[in-house]
């Protein structure tokens, strides 16, 4: 059974900087394509940051120049450095990872989120 499990989480001050990560177990095949999103209070869910194989790395515009995504192996970890934060950046973050099998297709699995608090 895949997991993906998250760490990293917390409280910080506005300007500080965190590092989020995520762990994929039981992964089988390749991971084509892994993301943070994220949901703030009273927003729903949006994609912050995604690092797709042999295509690079996309940015929502509120967090580009201050966060980055980056990963370890085809079968293994995200990660997500998060500098100067702001206080909207405050909401739980999920890590998402797209797992290709060559026969059936597809899977999509999700983390159980991480709160992110920045405090003013």
């Known amino acids: 059974q895949v997991r993906l499990v998250e760490s990293g989480g917390g409280l910080v001050q506005a300007g500080g900087s965190l590092r989020l990560s995520c762990a994929a177990h039981g992964i089988v095949f390749t991971i084509s394509r892994m993301a943070w999103y994220r949901r703030g209070p009273g927003i729903g869910r949006e994609l912050v940051a995604e690092i797709i194989s042999g295509v690079g790395t996309n940015y929502a515009d509120s967090v580009k120049g201050r966060f980055t995504i980056s990963r370890d192996g085809a079968k293994g970890t995200s990660y997500l450095q998060m500098n100067s934060l702001k206080p909207e950046d405050t909401a739980i973050y999920y890590c998402?990872?797209?797992?290709?099998?060559?026969?059936?297709?597809?899977?999509?699995?999700w983390g159980q989120g991480t709160q992110v608090t920045v405090s003013s």
């Open positions: 998402y990872a797209n797992e290709v099998d060559p026969t059936h297709g597809t899977y999509d699995y």
